[in-house]
Each structure stands twice: as C-alpha cells, then as structure tokens.
RNA sequence: GCCCUCGUAGCUCAAUGGAUAGAGCAACUUCCUUCUAAGAAGAAGAUGGAGGUUCGAUUCCUCCCGAGGGCACCA
C-alpha cells in the first residue's frame, strides 16, 4: 500500500536497501534533473521522514510512526496480510492425485502441502478456490491390484494394508512370470469393458477401501477436496476428445495407436490412445479439461504433479492449446520435485515398504513425542514439521529431507515457528492481563518495540 | 544422441540485472552454568570452470565440467 504510493512517483523499481540504516526502500536513479525531482516529490510524503542520495541510489527512510502504527495493526486486524488481489477470479488447483488401490507416498504427501499452500495463497487474496484431486482408478496397476486381491483371496474383510499386499502380489508376478503377465493384461481390459460382476466387485469394494483411507490422510493434513475426478471418466470423455482431433488432424494413426507428433513444436511425439484401443492418460487428461471447466468455469486452472512429467505437459498443453485454446491459456502446470530422505529411505525399504505419507507423519509424531513428551498435539506439530520442511525451499527442486532437523525446536523448522508463535501469544496475554496491552499507542518509535520483544 | 531442470559456506536453503551474496544447522573462540539438558556473545566460512552482453551478472547468452529428469503405447 505505502509501497504503491511511492512506486506511482519513483516509476521504476522499489527495493529495500542492502543495509537497513541506508533506509526503508530505495530506488536505483539515473542522476540528472529528473532525480532531483523525484526526491522533491518524495520529500513532500507525510509518512516519509527523509529521502537521501547515495551513489546512483535513492534512499527513503519512513518515519517511525508508520511502523508503530502498522504493527497495532497487525496486531488488532485479524484480516491483516489478506488481499483483494485476485478479485473473485476462479481458481481450480488439482494436486495431490494419488491412486487407489495403491499407497499414499511421500511424493503425494509433498503435491498436497504444495497445493494446500498454494490454495490457501489464492483464497487469503480474495480468489475462489475449489480444490480437485485427480484419481487412476483403471489402468496396470489396478488389474495387478484386483489380480493380487484373487490370487490372496481378499474378501469382505479388505483392508488399505491387505490391498497393498495385494498389489505388491500382483505387480512381483508381472514381473516375475510371463503367463500372470498376460492374465493381469487381459483383466486390464476387462474392467475397461466393465462387464463381468465379479471382477467389478472386487473392484469396487478395493476402491472404496482406498478412498477411504485416503480421506483420513486428508483430514489428518488439513485437506478436503471440492471435485474428486477419475480416470475411468475422464478416458471415456478423453476418447471423444481425441476422435475429434483426429478429424481435425491434430493426431494421427501410427502402428495401431492415436499420436500426437509434437516434434514440428519443437517437443516430441506421444501415445493418446494405445493399439490396444484404450486410452493413455494423455488423452484421459485432455478429456478432464473440458469437464473440470464444465464444473467449475474457471479463469485459472493449476495443475499440480511431480515434475519428472514436465515435458509430458508441454506435449499436452500443446495439444490442448490446437483444441480448447481458451482452455489452454487458462492453464498452468507446476511440477515439484522428489522428496528424499537421505538414511530413512534405507530403513524404510529394508522393513519392505514403500515410503508412505502415513509412515513419516507417524515416524515425525514419535520424533516430536521424543522430544517434548508432553506436548498437547503431537500430530499437529509432526505435521507442520513436514509440511513446513516442504515448503521452505524451492517447489521445483528435490527436496532434501532430514526428519531431525524437520522436528527441532530450533533452527528454520515448522515447530520452531508454533513454539515461537505460542510464546508470543503467552507474553500478549500475560501483559494484558497487566493492563500493559496500551502501550502499543501510535508514538512508540520501532526502536522501542525492537527492546521489548528482546525483553520478553 | 536430443530436450528440460539444477550446480551458492562443511550441510540444508535464500538473494524481481543492483550497494558489503543473506539465513539456519554444524564446527570454532569466549562467557555463564557445570548433575544432566541447555543458554549468551563473537569471529570465520561460498557463487563448478572459461568467455561474452551490461555502468553493474548468482541472475541473461555461448562453450566446457558435474548431478538429476524426460525422449511412443506406465503415469
């Protein structure tokens, strides 16, 4: 806000200063009249205390009162850091994604506290945000699962862990043994074509059970989804998409399967729809477009994934910007990075998982409980530790993730930041409760705020 | 082979083309405690390499070295 007033007269960029005795911003200037006139202008500013010339640098210097007066407001404005910026525009963010009858990995956990962070950012600024999570529920990995489930015999009684178990069965004898290879392929088809009860059944309850168990993840992390999609709808929706661009001459026929030849885009050429007739997910993807857009029209669509599919989208976008251009433009991939953890992958792998959400939000929870025994909610900070761990470097980049420091009291970590935040609340309280809450009146210099937060 | 990321202090991360490249952790010095756990102050420490553009480059361009990812029926 007081940043705006000064950019309108300064015209090019404001920046803070290196050294903060230097001034509040600072603007780099060409010397010459028109300097000179912008610091006649900026002198004029009530709120500016004074406006000196260093070098080709221009450094503003706001009176204390400005600062005294913006953290009584902070402090009594609980809309305060909130923004119109966005207006009302729509805003859909898919993340998170993950796929039944598989597990819930760490690669998921870091899409959701991407995504959840990046839809709190929009809504605090005035967008509205509907959060969608985009499930393969058809595919290879779900005729492993359902064979795994035949093979265990799994019954009623299906559990998150015994489905795992079941995939595990069925993805180790596709590779292991060429004959349950072709059974698992044949399957495949079969719940495409969705007609035999009993497999259907199974199929059901398998997926019943894992979003289930997904949805406890989700509250346990803060989540909840407005649009649950999944692929067994969209590649139906994605199969008309691409019979359309094939008439149009964006795909064409190649060794039995539906291609889109990205090479004279500069990107490279990829399956829609295989030879087996069924659809990849690149043509389920361009089929849920329309369909979220459908649901919810939005201005922005942001699409959440690990970023080893980057190029993958580029290919994508591509084709959806020769069919739905208006879509296209709408659209923004953002691809994070991998999560490793250096020393606990070992452990983990050596134990026969995977690396699931659910196991290093537990393991984070015990390193909390080991550190402060008696703390009220220890899932909570286990939580913002990772969630914070995540989210303090880079989307783009891999993730280095070291669950000691992530839990520590000290030091840039999610629990440093509740720990110091209670506090504060603590000394608030306690000075109110001294009738010492009026001295945050407009005059008090910065200087003097500056000591009583060491005082305290 | 081609395409895309990335390379900053011992480690993990910052830095819309701007001033002396910032933090946290670790290590170091000093102090306080000294039964542990911990606490306070201070100093040290970096842009992978070579060119180029620019008044000015961690940032943009070229080449080299190194790491990761992707390149037709998985997503």
New binding site residues.
């Given amino acids: 806000m007081i940043a705006n007033e000064l950019q309108k007269i300064v015209g090019?960029?404001?920046?803070?200063?290196?050294?903060e005795n230097?001034?509040d911003y600072?603007?780099?200037v060409?010397p010459g009249a028109e300097a000179d006139e912008v610091i006649k202008k900026l002198r004029e500013l009530e709120f500016v205390e004074s406006v000196a010339r260093?070098?080709?640098?221009?450094?503003i210097k706001l009176k204390d009162a400005y600062f005294s007066n913006l953290i009584a407001r902070v402090i009594t404005d609980s809309e305060w850091g909130k923004s119109s910026m966005f207006g009302d525009k729509r805003v859909m963010i898919e993340f998170t994604?993950p796929?039944p009858f598989k597990e819930l990995h760490i690669g998921h956990l870091y899409s959701n506290t991407v995504g959840e962070a990046i839809s709190r950012l929009f809504e605090a600024n005035g967008a509205v945000v509907k959060r969608a999570c985009?499930q393969?529920d058809?595919?290879?990995?779900v005729a492993k699962a359902i064979w795994g489930m035949m093979r265990l015999k799994l019954g009623k009684n299906v559990t998150a862990k015994s489905l795992g178990e079941a995939y595990a069965a069925g993805a180790t004898a596709f590779e292991d043994n060429s004959e349950a290879a072709a059974e698992i392929k044949e399957l495949n088809i079969k719940l495409y074509e969705a007609k035999s009860a009993e497999i259907m059944k199974l199929y059901e309850l398998g997926k019943r059970e894992s979003l289930m168990y997904f949805d406890g993840i989700y509250k346990r992390l803060g989540t909840k989804f407005d649009f649950m999609y999944f692929?067994s709808e969209s590649g139906k929706k994605g199969m008309q998409v691409v019979e359309e661009g094939l008439g149009k001459g964006v795909f064409?026929k190649?060794?039995?399967?539906v291609?889109f030849?990205g090479e004279k885009y500069?990107?490279?050429?990829?399956?829609f729809?295989?030879?087996?007739g069924?659809?990849?997910?690149?043509a389920?993807?361009l089929g849920l477009a329309p369909t979220k857009f459908a649901d919810f029209p939005y201005d922005l669509s942001v699409i959440i994934?690990?970023?080893?599919?980057?190029?993958?989208f580029?290919v994508l976008l591509k084709c959806l910007d020769l069919l739905y251009p208006d879509l296209a433009k709408r659209t923004k991939h953002i691809g994070h990075?991998?999560v490793?953890l250096?020393g606990m992958a070992k452990m983990a792998s050596r134990k026969g998982n995977v690396l699931t959400a659910e196991w290093l939000l537990d393991e984070a929870k015990k390193k909390v409980l080991e550190i402060a025994p008696d703390a009220t909610d220890p899932d909570a900070v286990g939580v913002a530790a990772v969630k914070y761990?995540m989210l303090?470097?880079?989307?783009?980049?891999?993730?280095?993730?070291?669950i000691d420091?992530s839990v520590?009291?000290?030091?840039?970590?999610g629990p440093?930041i509740q720990y110091t935040f209670a506090r504060t609340q603590s000394v608030l309280a306690r000075a109110k409760g001294q009738g010492l809450g009026a001295k945050f009146d407009l005059a008090l210099s910065t200087k003097h705020l500056a000591l009583n937060e060491e005082e305290l």
């Fill in positions: 090019t960029k404001l920046e803070h200063p290196e050294n230097w001034g600072a603007v780099f060409k260093t070098g080709g640098f221009v450094n994604d796929n985009y393969g058809v595919g290879m990995h692929e064409k190649s060794e039995g399967a291609v030849e500069g990107l490279h050429t990829r399956v729809v295989n030879s087996q069924l659809p990849t997910y690149e389920k993807e994934t690990a970023n080893e599919i980057n190029d993958y580029r990075g991998m490793k250096p761990a303090r470097s880079g989307i783009g980049r891999d993730i280095e993730f070291d420091k520590s009291f000290e030091g840039s970590s440093y």
